[in-house]
């Protein structure tokens, strides 16, 4: 898997950053194939310069999905398996707990950007669908769909609420504009309307 922006392939810390990943079978949406998507979209997308906190965060920032607080867990995962601290990579995977436009965005950014273009929100919105049916087989289809609209919904509301709070750049205003249309768009879709 060559990314073309991260440098930390082939390293002990990608490689352990992949048994976590693969280690449940049920991942579609977050799977470590996610890791070279998002750091396509840091390369592609967004040209973000590189820089190693934001790759190690885009590498851990769903390495633990389960429990009760995952994003933590994903930082606390990067932490114990780095030889000092990077206050910054932890920062920005914690960014992605609430997903409201603050200070440092680019892992939200990130995150989101699947929703800024119609191809790439319809095809999130399978893998997440697929996820979740992957990983509760005898969850009613009804409930599954319905987890997966609140979420949405409710990161669509924080990014808003962050969009009328200001402090925000020109460029990340102008991309969390176009990912909150993305998401408001989805959540209009006749099989996500359903579950509301």
């Known amino acids: 898997m060559n990314t073309g922006w991260s440098r930390l392939e082939k ?23 996610r890791v ?9 997308i967004f040209r973000f310069d590189y820089d190693r ?3 190690r965060a ?4 769903s390495a633990i999905v389960v429990g009760e607080a995952p994003v933590r867990g994903s930082a606390e995962w990067l932490a114990c398996r780095l030889p000092r601290p990077d206050p910054v990579a932890t920062a920005l995977i914690r960014s992605t ?50 987890q997966v609209r609140n979420r ?16 925000l750049s020109k460029q990340d205003r102008d ?3 176009l990912i909150l249309g993305g998401l408001l768009a989805e959540l209009l879709r006749p099989r996500l309307r359903m579950a509301g």
């Open 36 to 44: 070279a998507h998002l750091h396509s979209a840091a390369a592609n």
């Open 152 to 167: 949405l919904a409710g990161i669509a509301d924080r990014i808003d609420r962050g969009l009328s709070g200001g402090g």
């Open 175 to 177: 991309a969390f504009d």
């Open 11 to 33: 390293t002990a810390i990608w490689n352990m950053a992949r048994r976590a990943y693969e280690r449940e079978a049920w991942r579609v949406h977050h799977s470590f194939e």
């Open 97 to 146: 707990e609430d997903f409201v436009p603050t200070g440092d965005n680019r892992l939200i950014l990130l995150e989101l950007s699947d929703f800024a273009f119609r191809e790439s929100r319809a095809r999130n919105l399978d893998l997440r669908l697929q996820e979740m049916e992957a990983r509760f087989p005898d969850a009613d289809g009804d409930w599954r769909m319905e």
């Open 58 to 61: 885009i590498l851990a920032r």
């Open 53 to 55: 906190s934001l790759d």
